[in-house]
């Protein structure tokens, strides 16, 4: 660092690893643990929801959501979030992290209550109030991205920030299990209290009355783990970079700091930072001199975190189609309406069991010793390698006996995401950007990421559609099908692995030494 010693700051990157980090994980991870339940358990109850609102008498197969409301459904959330992204994002730099925490967290609660109501019982009054309700629970997710991981960077010390920020973020493959869990044990609570056929045989009596309160239940239950640490996030004290560096109470942050970090700083030390002989830098996010320092930088964090998010959430949209394709999922006709959420549901906890979770903490363990640099390439390569793996000889894997591999390569492309791309998109803008725009910079960047996801979640419910207009689900137009969707994917993660080029390695150096916080501005 130029100029004099900062003793807050190099304290904190010095610190030992102690219990306040972990319990700074555990609230912070919380936030996403919910994020994960709240965006991905909307893929599991829609085919009930399809059913239970839009099934039409004398028809073949159950009821699905039109395409236009399934596309609303599944992106409503996605365009919240990354409203909440830029604006909290922002908020967080200009009032401070720990001032707007809690607003989003409570936010999370109400929504995912509320997400469970409905105004009115016909179709149309209950999906205006689902996606009224969904969009503002975007709105909290989204405002959770930049404040957890700018919250955790800022605590964090420099030889385990990665570990820690990639913690924050693992705790979305425990939200999506618990998702799948959840959604299997209230299915399986009512598949015994009202038994029902299936629609083959009864299309009736195959949904019973009592399933319209499955899909509420296990929506609702996403403001549970969230409740459960808001007190905790509330008793956070503000990040002692933004009190010395943005509120310049250099005294006040080595105070919080030694409080929770038990990390002694006498009061002249945390005075060298009030006249230290480097002034801080003054320029702003349209300034020529962050375009100089940062610009690139920028480019480089939201468009890999875009083209990630195409790939990722595409998939994620898609799978339950692919799980039929291969046989995991029995043709709606032969089962009740409970009984396809409960197999959905399972053959989601199978993948995030086999690829999500374990991506997820093998970045975790190898972040700070491997990169986040080498790891974004690696996960992007074989992102890409093991699409083309299953797009190419695609009639091959679903064909009569090589299901079981075509589910391991594609339990493979999701924890070489998560091991990877998905991971260190989320970690390196927390990183590599000045103390007064950290926040704003990662919302800018997360929100690309959700432009992806809301690219995926209209696109591709059209576009993997079979082209064979007689295989086509109910309301759809023909689109090119699964195997060549999964090619245009794969073409997305090989030019996020040609964008991450320019993205820096932080691993092992300080925020402001990343950020170059202490450097005048350039003349």
């Given at each position: 660092m130029a100029g004099d010693q900062v003793h807050v700051l190099s304290a904190l990157d010095g610190a030992k690893t102690q219990w306040y980090h972990f319990t700074a994980i555990i609230v912070a991870g919380m936030g996403f643990f919910t994020d994960a339940y709240d965006l991905f358990c909307i893929s599991l109850v829609t085919k009930l929801i399809g059913r239970i609102y839009y099934t039409v008498p004398g028809l073949p197969r159950p009821g699905s959501l039109p395409p236009t409301v399934s596309a609303v459904v599944n992106g409503v959330a996605f365009v919240g979030t990354l409203s909440g992204q830029l604006f909290f994002g922002w908020l967080g730099d200009k009032v401070g992290r720990k001032s707007v925490y809690g607003m989003t967290l409570m936010l999370m609660i109400?929504?995912?209550?509320?997400?469970?109501?409905?105004?009115?019982?016909?179709?149309?009054?209950?999906?205006?109030?689902?996606?009224?309700?969904?969009?503002?629970?975007?709105?909290?997710?989204?405002?959770?991205?930049?404040?957890?991981?700018?919250?955790?960077?800022?605590?964090?010390?420099?030889?385990?920030?990665?570990?820690?920020?990639?913690a924050v973020f693992a705790m979305q493959g425990f939200g999506i299990l618990a998702g799948g869990g959840v959604a299997i044990g209230i299915t399986a609570l009512f598949r015994d209290l009202f038994p029902a056929p299936p629609y083959a045989a009864d299309p009736a009596a195959s949904t019973p009355a009592q399933a319209d309160y499955v899909w509420r239940i296990v929506l609702m239950l996403g403001a549970l783990p969230a409740a459960l640490t808001f007190y905790w996030r509330m008793k956070m004290p503000e990040t002692a970079r933004y009190t010395a560096l943005i509120a310049k109470n250099a005294e006040r942050a080595a105070a919080d700091m030694s409080k929770v970090l038990h990390v002694e700083i006498t009061k002249e030390q945390a005075g060298d930072l009030e006249t230290s002989h480097t002034p801080p830098p003054s320029f702003g996010l349209f300034s020529r001199e962050f375009v100089r320092r940062h610009g690139l930088h920028l480019v480089g964090t939201a468009s890999t975190w875009l083209l990630l998010d195409i790939a990722y959430y595409s998939q994620n949209l898609f799978q339950k189609d692919i799980f039929s394709a291969i046989g995991w999922i029995p043709p709606a006709a032969t089962m009740s309406a409970l009984d396809e959420l409960f197999h959905i549901a399972r053959a989601q906890i199978l993948i995030a069991l086999c690829g999500t979770v374990p991506g997820y903490w093998f970045t975790v363990a190898f972040i700070d010793s491997v990169g986040r640099f080498k790891i974004q390439l690696?996960?992007?390569?074989?992102m890409?390698?093991?699409?083309?793996?299953?797009?190419?000889?695609?009639?091959?894997?679903?064909?009569?006996?090589?299901?079981?591999?075509?589910?391991?390569?594609?339990?493979?492309?999701?924890?070489?995401?998560?091991?990877?791309?998905?991971?260190?998109?989320?970690?390196?803008?927390?990183?590599?950007?000045?103390?007064?725009?950290?926040?704003?910079?990662?919302?800018?960047?997360?929100?690309?990421?959700?432009?992806?996801?809301?690219?995926?979640?209209?696109?591709?419910?059209?576009?993997?559609?079979?082209?064979?207009?007689?295989?086509?689900?109910?309301?759809?137009?023909?689109?090119?099908?699964?195997?060549?969707?999964?090619?245009v994917l794969a073409g997305c993660s090989l030019m996020g692995f040609m964008l991450t080029f320019l993205v820096p390695e932080p691993k092992g150096k300080s925020l402001e030494e990343m950020s170059r916080e202490t450097e005048p501005d350039h003349c």
């Open positions: 109400l929504c995912s209550v509320a997400s469970g109501l409905s105004f009115g019982n016909t179709p149309t009054s209950v999906m205006a109030t689902l996606c009224f309700f969904r969009f503002w629970l975007g709105f909290g997710i989204g405002g959770d991205y930049p404040l957890s991981a700018t919250i955790m960077s800022e605590y964090a010390n420099k030889r385990t920030r990665g570990a820690f920020i990639a690696m996960g992007f390569f074989m890409t390698a093991f699409m083309v793996g299953l797009a190419v000889p695609y009639d091959y894997w679903t064909g009569q006996g090589h299901q079981a591999g075509f589910v391991v390569m594609y339990a493979l492309t999701f924890f070489f995401a998560n091991f990877g791309p998905n991971a260190t998109t989320f970690i390196v803008p927390a990183e590599i950007y000045p103390a007064r725009l950290r926040a704003t910079c990662h919302g800018i960047s997360a929100a690309s990421g959700k432009v992806g996801a809301i690219i995926g979640s209209f696109g591709f419910l059209y576009l993997a559609q079979s082209p064979d207009p007689a295989k086509t689900a109910h309301g759809y137009k023909p689109g090119i099908g699964v195997r060549c969707s999964l090619l």
